[in-house]
């Protein structure tokens, strides 16, 4: 695949799963990435994983990792990084808006009416407004130079019944951001698209297994195959007649020709989760 060198990126939520393999396979792609979020070396904390620990691999796989520990709850927090990013590199590519919070009541099955309201802000403030805010500040960056792109990490929640009521209405709008922030930014050559991985094998899946029962793990994804569909748009120079888009990641490895890291190809999208009665 073509390479990604002299591009900067900016993967919020990167310390682990999704942001981290998005991290590394636009690392491997040879770019520079600054790696965002709360979980720091000094932190600790439940699931391993940091942003240094991340910003590590990006650099053993040929790119730059840069850590930058900053909460996407706070706007001033999110306003430096991109400042940050201005002042260092004079420039930005992409913006990979993975940063989520998630409750420890998402899987429990349990109806909305029976967790805490605070899940509806866990979810859409850390979620959908930080995607938000981090595109805002990254558009400017983005628009003198006349390219760039923007990949919400989404999911088929956005359109079918998936674990939590905050949850599906959370996606669902952060599709809607993808489709009409692309048509803003369209003029100025900067693609949005929304991406919809499967069930993914990150740190806090994969020790879930016998605590999710009803979910087959045959067919899961590596936490770096939605980032070879980051770095495959991220190479694709017709990216911008796909902007506005939601795209499965398993559909893009169909249409650019990657696989995930063990050669294989996953099975795409969850259309069955606990709860859903599907």
């Not at 850590?67 to 306003?79: G, K, L, S, T, Y």
């Not at 979620?127 to 558009?139: D, E, I, K, L, Q």
């Not at 990949?151 to 951001?177: P, Q, T």
Request: proline letters at 5%.
């Amino acid at each position: 695949m073509p390479g990604l060198k002299n591009r900067i990126a900016v993967v919020t939520g990167g310390s682990r799963g999704i942001g981290r393999g998005c991290a590394i396979e636009l690392g491997a792609a040879g770019a520079t990435v600054y790696v965002t979020g709360r979980s720091t070396a000094s932190a600790g904390g439940k699931l391993p994983g940091s942003i240094e620990a991340t910003a590590r691999e990006v650099s053993a796989a040929g790119g730059r990792g840069i850590p930058v520990a900053c909460d996407h709850r706070e706007d001033d927090a999110v306003a430096a990084l991109f400042q940050r990013v201005r002042e260092e590199e004079g420039r930005l590519d992409i913006l990979v808006n993975n940063a989520f919070l998630i409750p420890p009541e998402l899987t429990s099955g349990k109806n909305f009416w029976q967790v805490p309201l605070s899940n509806w802000d866990d979810m859409i403030d850390v979620g959908t407004r930080s995607a938000y805010a981090a595109s805002h500040f990254a558009a400017p960056l983005m628009i003198p130079q006349g390219s760039g792109l923007i990949a919400n990490i989404s999911s088929s929640g956005a359109a079918e019944y998936a674990w939590h009521v905050a949850y599906g209405v959370g996606k669902a709008a952060l599709d809607r951001f993808t489709r009409d922030a692309a048509h803003e930014l369209r003029p100025h050559g900067i693609a949005v698209i929304s991406l919809w991985p499967g069930l993914v094998l990150t740190e806090r899946n994969s020790g879930a297994r016998d605590a999710i029962p009803e979910l087959d793990f045959t067919g899961a994804e590596s936490l770096r195959f939605t980032g070879r569909a980051v770095t495959a748009l991220a190479n694709d120079p017709e990216v911008l007649a796909r902007s506005g888009e939601a795209f499965a990641s398993r559909d893009l490895a169909d249409r650019y020709g990657f696989t995930d890291t063990d050669g294989s190809l996953p099975n795409g999208p969850l259309h069955r989760r606990p709860g859903s009665g599907k």
